[in-house]
């Protein structure tokens, strides 16, 4: 059954994307730019519970999908690998201080840095589902007994954020659960799920508390 659910969300993701108009790009120098990172918080073909892409203004359409592995979505955003959304290989993580490496790993060298920095990342989008979900969709042992931080009013309904949670996602550009979370905001979106503060306001927004909130991996 939540298998059925989350096809039928992939389609009207689908169905969607181009929902968003040029606005939501941003500012002028964003209007500017021809490529974008993005997220999207809807299922992806190969399982995923959300989608990293990057997004090419079209012609006939707002933007094109250039849809990416996480892995790849975070050495581009990282500027370990060459992207066309970040073309002077900047570390975007860095720059909008999603999180600090520590010491430890800068006095190791590079190649501690790139290793710590993806896998930091990578722990960040795996807590993206709980933004979205009251319980992990997916039939699994190891998370059956983990709960998102989504609190909708009826719980039967575990695949959807309630009104006032997507209050709070509207500042990342989220109008519909549909939409993707563009450029700059992005990095706060992934900035914001790993900080508890966040976590908390966000769950207890819902007019619940829950002490299911996620550090994860702590900085040293």
Not at 46 to 66: E, F, R, T
Not at 75 to 81: L, N, P
């Amino acid at each position: 059954m939540k298998n059925k659910i989350l096809l039928i969300l992939f389609v009207f993701s689908f169905h969607f994307s181009f929902s968003q108009i040029n606005k939501k790009f941003g500012n002028k120098s964003e209007l500017n730019k021809e490529y974008f990172f993005a997220i999207r918080l809807m299922p992806s073909l190969n399982g995923g519970l959300y989608q990293c892409a990057i997004l090419k203004k079209g012609v006939s359409a707002p933007y094109d999908i250039i849809n990416l592995s996480v892995n790849s979505w975070i050495r581009q955003a990282a500027g370990y690998e060459t992207s066309k959304a970040n073309p002077t290989g900047e570390n975007l993580l860095a720059k909008y201080n999603v999180f600090k490496v520590p010491e430890k790993a800068k006095k190791i060298g590079d190649s501690e840095i790139v290793m710590y920095t993806i896998k930091k990342t990578e722990a960040i989008f795996n807590n993206l589902w709980r933004v979205r979900y009251s319980e992990y969709p997916y039939f699994s042992l190891s998370k059956k007994n983990e709960k998102g931080w989504a609190k909708h009013p009826d719980p039967q309904i575990t695949w959807l954020p309630s009104d006032s949670q997507m209050q709070i996602l509207r500042a990342f550009g989220i109008e519909e659960l549909s939409d993707f979370i563009i450029e700059d905001k992005v990095f706060l979106f992934l900035k914001a799920v790993r900080d508890r503060n966040w976590q908390n306001s966000y769950i207890q927004s819902a007019g619940t508390f829950s002490e299911d909130s996620q550090e994860d991996i702590p900085d040293e």
